[in-house]
């Protein structure tokens, strides 16, 4: 572009003129037809996004292997490093394996249906944006508002898992089960469901109870028990990750490119390590009978893939890049199936090697991968406490980045929700030194540090899988309904199949998410609708009247 040529300024967003047929018909007529309809539900044109961003060049610089590194980095975290221990011993047993192939399954149909939409719509807001153009603005505001949850609650999920394996770290470095204070470094509080222990006892109802944990033992030999005040390290990382946001400390190529080779590093010598330690008596029964509602048998596979559905959360940023990509049509999918079936291959060997070396229902809930093979070393009289620190340290290294990621991700929702008018202008304000969005990072990181500090990880975990699979429901409808109203609308990269697979896939990938939400827990449903219905009452409060499309419409049937 010449010096002398100047870019001109994206136009006035003008959200007006006739509607494409509707897949919804009628309905949807009859529902557009009314005042407070066409304000809730009207949506917004791909055109107006396309002209607001072409001021924007995007350098097309991404190979398929930088994209599967991308998908790599984004995805291994907490999922594997964590919560393989709650999913295996308290829901799937060994068939923890099946339940990281049914969510590989449901995040590998959602992932085509992200991709497709990305090329079309190429805005930060991924499935807020995605759903706005497609269902409307109430519904995009819900699911931005998922979003959040996805990411607040996500890097709170992780937080909790560092601080697991940092104690980890500390008692592998120390050869001391008891140089760490529990009092700092566990919740205080704990969710209990029906049947569940707690001080050893089986409880007979779900709720919240002040949490307690195992602290040493009396003179009899009785089991000591503590009450937690909060977990320290949680909350340590989260302030020391927004620092480093707050003064624009960014991630390079170079160091995600370690990270990810840390983190595999890590995952290959668990597997390999482990082999030699498999009993196979340990897979027997491979799905255990079950004892209660999500507590083993078939339903505990399906509650299993719930939780681990945590590990395969990330994919998504691969499908943000589709305007970067060298050949999108080609590299797109290569990126995000490659990743995912590298990971997935990954987590179900990580999975059948931990269920394989100790008994599932014996299984670490704290660090699992790291402590999961020193018992079974030890139980051997091998002495591999040299690998429990490698494991612990690639552990405690490759979450930090991945709450880092998490913690950069949160303000550009904020800002995509900010930009449209639904939320307040200050959560685009910048740092006047240090460019960065301060007032969203010390915001979500505070409520961040809180949950993270006060909740344990099982709760939180759910809660993000749950959340997350409500956007990807949404994206996936998104994506049939532009198939329909906008078929022949320009796709950098199209859903394979032809026709049949441009319906059918985002079809599977809708019908896949209920079937997983349907075996997930009452308690981690009514958790998100609630925080929906928070969602609702502030967009109620303050998008409904500021949103920049209903007030440019207002303005075009004016006459202004």
């Known amino acids: 572009m010449s010096k002398d040529k ?37 949506t917004k044109d791909i055109d107006v996004l396309h002209q607001e961003l072409a001021h924007v060049e995007y350098k097309k610089t991404l190979s398929a292997l930088d994209l599967v590194s991308l998908g790599v980095g984004a995805i291994i975290g907490a999922g594997i490093f964590v919560l393989t221990g709650v999913a295996a011993r308290e829901h799937a047993g060994p068939a923890l394996v099946i339940s990281f192939l049914i969510a590989g399954f449901v995040c590998a149909l959602a992932s085509f249906c992200y991709s497709e939409m990305a090329s079309m719509v190429p805005a930060s807001g991924s499935a807020y944006t995605f759903t706005y153009v497609a269902l409307g603005e109430f519904l995009a505001w819900i699911v931005g508002w998922d979003l959040m949850l996805e990411y607040l609650v996500g890097a709170a999920t992780v937080a909790v898992g560092w601080s697991a394996y940092l104690v980890s770290l500390i008692r592998d470095l120390t050869g001391s089960d008891t140089s760490v204070n529990v009092h700092i470094t566990n919740a205080p509080f704990v969710w209990l469901e029906k049947g569940g222990l707690w001080k050893g006892i089986e409880v007979d109802s779900a709720h919240f109870a002040r949490n307690y944990v195992p602290c040493g ?26 620092i480093l946001l707050v003064v624009g400390i960014r991630e390079s190529t170079r160091v995600n490119t370690f990270f990810v080779i840390v983190k595999l590093t890590a995952v290959l010598m668990f597997i390999f390590a482990g082999i030699k330690f498999i009993k196979p008596s340990n897979y027997t029964p491979f799905i255990p009978p079950n004892e209660k509602p999500k507590k083993y048998g078939v339903d505990g596979v399906f509650a299993a893939a719930v939780t681990v559905f945590f590990a395969y959360i990330g994919f998504d940023a691969v499908s943000t890049t589709a305007q970067e990509a060298k050949n999108p049509q080609r590299d797109i999918p290569i990126g995000i199936l490659g990743s995912l079936g ?25 660090a699992p991968v790291s402590n999961a093979i020193f018992q ?54 910048l740092h006047p030194r240090f460019k960065t969005p301060y007032v969203t990072t010390i915001t979500t990181s505070t409520i961040c540090a809180i949950f993270a500090g ?16 409500f956007a990807f429901f949404f994206v996936s409808v998104s994506t049939l309904v532009l198939r329909i109203t906008q078929p022949n609308r320009p796709r950098g990269f199209v859903i394979p199949g032809g026709k049949i697979g441009g319906y059918l896939i985002p079809t599977l990938s809708a019908v896949a998410v209920i079937v997983l939400l349907s075996q997930t827990t009452v308690a981690s449903i009514s958790r998100v609708f609630i925080w929906m219905a928070v969602g609702a009452i502030i967009y109620f409060s303050y998008g409904y009247r500021h949103s920049k499309r209903r007030l440019q419409n207002a303005a075009v049937t004016e006459g202004i």
């Open 6 to 42: 100047e870019v001109p300024d994206a136009p006035t967003p003008q959200y007006v003129g006739s509607a494409p047929p509707h897949p919804f018909g009628f309905v949807h007529r009859a529902v557009m037809s009314t005042h407070i309809g066409s304000r809730l539900f009207g």
């Open 217 to 242: 033992e009396d003179a009899a030999g009785n089991v000591e028990w503590c009450a937690p005040y909060l977990n320290l390290p949680a909350i340590a990382i989260v302030v020391a990750v927004t």
């Open 342 to 366: 590298i990971c997935t291959v990954l987590y179900v060997a990580v999975s059948a090697v931990l269920t394989g070396i100790v008994p599932y229902h014996a299984v670490p809930k704290d």
């Open 376 to 429: 079974a070393a030890k139980a051997a009289g091998v002495n591999l406490r040299w690998l429990t620190i490698i494991i612990s340290f690639a552990a405690v290294a490759g979450l930090s980045s991945v709450i880092l990621v998490m913690l950069m991700g949160q303000p550009r929702i904020f800002h995509a929700l900010a930009k449209d008018g639904l939320m307040p202008p200050v959560f685009t304000k």
């Open 454 to 469: 006060l909740l344990p990880v099982d709760i939180l975990g759910n809660l993000t899988s749950v959340g997350t699979l």
